[in-house]
């Protein structure tokens, strides 16, 4: 049975190795000066996945075909399942009692480190399309990276979270081609969603203290390393879909990793918060 | 003195009476999900990995695996989730396969996971995936993939050209 040429596949033994050599030890959680810089880059990681999940989620019953729905709702699901993993770390290392769940359900929009790209409102399935193929680029470049990160937890959640963002590239890049080099009406729909959310994707490469500490300590690459491998596949994508990159500057909105939101964070928090703000505690 | 605890393989083999909640015809332990199963002092460890990260079956494979040894006597007990090496359909047993393709699901093709960067090169070969998948039915490899996404996280949709009838694909993970 013929099977693909050039198919990676996680070095899972290596990766069992490291694994158990650093069983439930990882020098990183328990690093004091560390500590408020891989906080906030975990809440950035987890927030992420979480608002663009929600997002995706939206989508939920309301998809033009069935196939499509059940693969947003499938692409939601796995971005939920990785954020669990990375608010839980994030609680861990913060150490305050917290657990994920508070820290997705009692944060307030500030407090929030998302890029402001997964915050933007669905619009169409160009845009909804669009905006998860360029962050699917971005987020599996960060996370293959985050495989060899000097933090076995982070490393873990990576290699896991790695194997289902592949899928999100390959089907999210998948449709930008067939969407944009499809009919007159489809190419306009993808070109205008490409020009509509373009100044946000900047905000992917912009690094800060932050950043700067947790590359320092070897827990996640340099954010400028992850540009060139990003823009080679949205540059190969965008030709094959006969779109065409947009001249204004790609980094014209930045300030969700710091807290600074556009306004429609606050509308997603009331309606993915409502419940815990209502009923605080309330389970089933 | 401490009562005789039951050997670990004793509960590999309880283990392997617990169905998967989504495709009861395969065990737990079949689907590779069970890493370890060892004695902690008089406490029974047994470590689970999740499928996928958000699979929502998760919680309640956990409730099983929980209600199954306490009904074999086991009081104390703890349930670790490991995710580290991260689970793959290539620990998807032989026997597990062969009930799979019974119950009309095509069994993964093992090494044929998606490397994020398909799409772009297949594109440009105009083929897609040459990836094969026998329909469970009939076992004409005439099928077409309908979707890479389906009813559950693990599986995409297919559909048989000569028999006509839509099946499901385990995906490779």
Known sequence: MPSLPDVATPDVVTLAERAAAAQSHDPHVADVALKPAFFDWLCRMGDNSLILGHRISEWCGHGPVLEEDIALANTALDLIGHTQMWLGLAAEVEGAGRSADDLAFLRDAMKFRNLKLVELPNGDMAVTLMREFLFDA?????????????????????????????????????????????????????????????????????????????????????????LPLWQRTVGEVLDEATLSQPEQRFDAHSGGKKGRHTEHLGYILAEMQFLQRAYPGASW | MSAVLPSTQQVWDWLGEVPDPEIPVVSVTELGIVREVRWDGQTLVVAVTPTYSGCPATSVIDLMIETQLREKGITDLRLERRLSPPWTTDWVTEAARDKLRAYGIAPPVDGTASDGLMAGRAARLSGRSNLVIACPRCGSSHTERVSQYGSTPCKASYRCRDCLEPFDYFKCH
């Not at chain 1, 987020?139 to 990276?145: Q, Y």
């Not at chain 1, 089907?171 to 944009?180: A, E, I, K, M, Q």
Request: hydrophobic share 45%; glycine share 6%; aromatic share 6%.
């Open chain 1, 138 to 226: 971005f987020h599996f470049e960060l996370l293959t990276a985050l495989t060899k990160s000097s933090s076995p937890r982070v490393a873990e959640i990576a290699a896991k979270a790695l194997k289902e963002v592949s899928y999100h590239l390959e089907r999210s890049s998948d449709l930008v081609v067939r969407l944009g080099d499809g009919t007159e009406e489809s190419h306009t729909r993808m070109q205008a969603a490409l020009n509509k959310v373009w100044g946000y994707t900047g905000e992917m490469f912009a690094a800060d203290a932050v950043d700067a500490a947790v590359a320092e300590a070897g827990i996640a690459p340099a954010l400028s390393d992850l």
